[in-house]
DNA sequence: GTAATTGCAAATAATTTGCTGGGTG
DNA sequence: CACCCAGCAAATTATTTGCAATTAC
């Protein structure tokens, strides 16, 4: 059925900078990365191959409060936190509660595979950084 | 402190469009109504106009499974089911469970503001459509 | 060997912006 | 009557795609 993968050391690179990442790049920063290993990749492979590994389930696509879609290393669903003043994104360490998808399907009838949820508000260090200014 | 902001007729109609509307239409969709009403209206005001009321809190901009914007006239949160077959966007009718944000406070720091869950799967006219074709 | 995948560059899609004239408060 | 906002078209941004050469299996 579908149609059969080769794992070339394109795919290898991206792969492991995405598992390997602390944060939730763009398309352009994993470009940025993998030219460190591979110097003539180019932007058009990269993101041929985040749509492979997103939809082979390795890797996850996230396009919350942003022009442009980030990706995450981690493909197990977890929560996300978005920093409404410095646009970071962070995972938020709670369990998915799955008893919402089945409330869902009980009020709707629909089939529910899943759900995601993100959070929006500010971060430790820009509360820091608000709190020192002396525009408060 | 924010800019003053006028009522002009194209805002009053681009917001009356999304308040009637039953879906989460796109922006084009949106400009195809208005053009019905003022048929010089352009693009471009419609965008910023959506920009605008999004920004005022009149609505919400929604960019979930799809590489374009859909909004809702509706700007109190609430959840959302996105199928995965039609590419539709449903609401869903369960209340908004905001303990979740002081779980999330309490966990991370995080000065949590709000949270938006999006639910994923296949809606029940999707799923009557799968059922009675032979690929099944 | 052969079909999937690459690099490159051009194409697309969605949205934003600069400018000048018009309409709101 | 000041200044925000409209229309128009060109610009920008993010992403996709066509093609000939390359490479994994």
Not at 20 to 38: F, L, T
Not at 50 to 67: K, P
Not at 73 to 85: D, I, M, T
Request: one cysteine or more.
């Amino acid at each position: 059925m579908s149609k059969a993968t080769r794992m070339t050391k394109q795919k290898k690179v991206i792969l492991e900078i995405l598992r390997n990442a602390d944060c939730h790049p763009s398309a352009d920063w994993v470009y940025e990365q993998a030219r460190k290993i591979i110097p003539d990749i180019s932007l058009g492979t990269v993101y041929r191959n985040l749509n492979v590994l997103r939809d082979s389930g390795h890797i996850l696509e996230l396009n919350y409060g942003s022009t442009y879609s980030r990706y995450d290393g981690n493909p197990e669903n977890h929560y996300h936190f978005y920093c409404e003043k410095c646009h970071q994104l962070f995972n938020v360490k709670i369990p998915v509660y799955e008893g919402l998808d089945k409330m869902v399907k009980e009020t709707t009838g629909f089939d529910v595979r899943n759900h995601r949820t993100e959070f929006y508000g500010i971060c430790n260090e820009c509360k820091a950084r608000l709190s020192s200014s002396s525009l408060m």
